[in-house]
């Protein structure tokens, strides 16, 4: 009854992995999307779906083939192995596109003439005047462009009419100084001509979007070939009463892989320009990758790890009367509703939460003016990660369900407050941070716990995929949507965490009728008899 905290720390060490790809994909991906190749706003959600579209598909097929593998490494470590490398290449892989379309666009006057003329160091934003003079340039290179005969007029009517009025009229309707909302709407647009211009150069020369997509693909279906079993692996090797603590390590281990990927982006320089080159990124995540494969390879010995647990189980009838579940029982209508439920709040959850991590990289820089690498973030990012042991322990206090509830109420609270922040409110905005990464630590530590708790053991693999469907399936569509929004609503950007807070609030409505999958609580003489019958047997 006691977790081996250093075994299931090398089993996180490939969640860790996981993460650091993750959080880098999902922070570098939309900004070569958006600045580089000119996508909009609901085009790079499309591509930014791509993964969980491809993962809600090969993730249960994965979890059930793995289910019934018979490899003598094990029935996990096989595809961890094979979908780390191959990913890892791949991704490594995308530094080549990337710093081809970046040798593009500075070849114009895109960076120089237009970024640089925005946003350099010493132009005071606020001032209506520094935006006459950018739009001034702007216009100048649109009429030039259009004079040339290389935009159409319908192309230059839209851009005039979407880009350049909207600018205008708000400088004409302002003070000598702009809101916050106003420099908003105001950056908004210019980065939207910005952006028109990078896409006016892919569709000059397509094949370099064409392969970064492509290769962005082989990456994808290589963490969907191991994902799955990845995540298992830890059902697989540990006692059902544990699971909740084991998890918090696991999620632990996936935190410090995405502060570590928000700190590789910070040496390299992710937020200091639109245009940088992310090769030494790409690289580097790369070779993280392919180095906790080796530590984990030389620590884990899952088919061992697994006879131990089975020995473990058997010895404390846990097999047979589970303190949780009572996995030889039907699975009745009610536990059946109970996972239906469950999967709709997973669902929606990943609905709320991804819309936010899709676009944050988009949004932080541009809404609110502040930057990933600033040392607040990092403070909030580290209290995040220090939290997650502890949050876990708590969670087996409580209980999962109670813990999800309370972890959605700060996730709602957090979201609904960002929508009134302004820019520059550096201290406001990591404190909302923090308490939205606690609420998402609370929730995201219980809900795959509850998920298997459901299983009868021998079928992780594929509950596991029932999971991912669930958090998969609402990260195809809420890119997209959120994308649309923020494009075509009047709010532009700022329509971001409205919307996602709505989706924070109907999961916590559906989330209050489950009603399996949660832990029964042990008292201290439960857990004193098990733990004497345990220690019996092993002298007998």
Do not use: C
């Amino acid at each position: 009854m006691k977790l081996n905290y250093k075994t299931t720390a090398y089993l996180g060490i490939i969640f860790l992995a996981i993460s650091l790809f993750w959080q880098s994909y999902d922070l570098i991906i939309p900004k070569v999307l958006i600045d580089k190749f000119g996508l909009n706003q609901f085009q790079s959600g499309i591509v930014m779906a791509l993964d969980n579209l491809i993962a809600v598909i090969l993730l249960p097929i994965f979890g059930l083939i793995s289910d019934k593998s018979n490899h003598k490494k094990g029935k996990r470590t096989f595809y961890i192995v094979i979908g780390t490398v191959l990913a890892a290449f791949a991704f490594m892989g995308l530094s080549f596109t990337d710093y081809i379309q970046t040798e593009k666009v500075k070849t114009t006057d895109i960076v120089e003439s237009h970024y640089e003329l925005a946003f350099n160091d010493v132009s005071d934003i606020t001032l209506k005047s520094h935006w006459y003079t950018v739009i001034d340039a702007m216009k100048n290179e649109r009429d030039l462009t259009y004079a040339n005969n290389e935009i159409t007029q319908d192309a230059y009517q839209s851009w005039y009419e979407d880009d350049y009025v909207t600018i205008k009229n708000i400088l004409d309707d302002s003070e000598t100084t702009l809101s916050t909302r106003d420099i908003s709407k105001v950056q908004d647009a210019y980065y939207n001509y910005l952006s028109l211009r990078a896409f006016e150069l892919t569709k000059e020369d397509p094949l370099v979007l064409f392969v970064f997509i492509a290769t962005l693909i082989v990456a994808i279906i290589a963490m969907s070939i191991y994902r799955t079993p990845a995540v298992a692996l830890m059902p697989d090797v540990t006692i059902k009463p544990l699971r909740t603590e084991a998890n918090a390590i696991i999620t632990l281990m996936g935190a410090i892989g995405g502060v570590l990927a928000v700190f590789i982006l910070m040496v390299f320089g992710l937020s200091n320009a639109s245009y940088g080159y992310y090769t030494p990124i790409f690289i580097t995540v790369g070779i993280l990758m392919l180095s906790t494969l080796i530590i984990f390879l030389k620590n884990i010995d899952e088919p061992k790890l697994v006879e131990k647990r089975i020995e473990v189980e058997h010895q404390m009838h846990l097999n047979i009367t589970d303190a949780y579940e009572h996995p030889t029982q039907a699975f009745t209508k009610r536990k059946r509703l109970s996972l239906y439920l469950l999967l709709a709040t997973i669902f929606f959850i990943f609905f709320s939460y991804n819309a936010v991590m899709s676009k944050i990289s988009d949004y932080l820089p541009k809404v609110l003016n502040l930057e990933f690498y600033q040392w607040q973030f990092i403070v909030a990012q580290a209290l995040i990660v220090l939290s997650i042991l502890p949050m876990g322990l708590l969670s087996m206090i409580l209980g999962r369900k109670k813990s999800m509830i309370y972890g959605l109420i700060m996730i709602i609270m957090s979201f609904g407050i960002v929508a009134f922040i302004g820019e520059n409110q550096i201290y406001l905005t990591a404190l909302v941070v923090v308490v939205a990464g606690f609420g998402w630590v609370l929730t995201g530590v219980n809900a795959y716990p509850m998920v298997v708790e459901l299983s009868k053991g021998d079928n992780i693999g594929r509950y596991t995929g029932f999971y991912y469907m669930a958090s998969m399936g609402a990260q195809i569509i809420t890119p997209v949507l959120s994308g649309l929004l923020m494009d075509y609503s009047v709010f532009g950007r700022l329509t971001l965490f409205p919307y996602a807070t709505l989706f924070a609030i109907v999961a916590l409505i559906i989330l209050i009728f489950v009603h399996h999958g949660d832990t029964q609580k042990m008292s201290r003489d439960d857990i004193r008899q098990l733990i004497e019958s345990y220690r019996d047997k092993r002298e007998k």
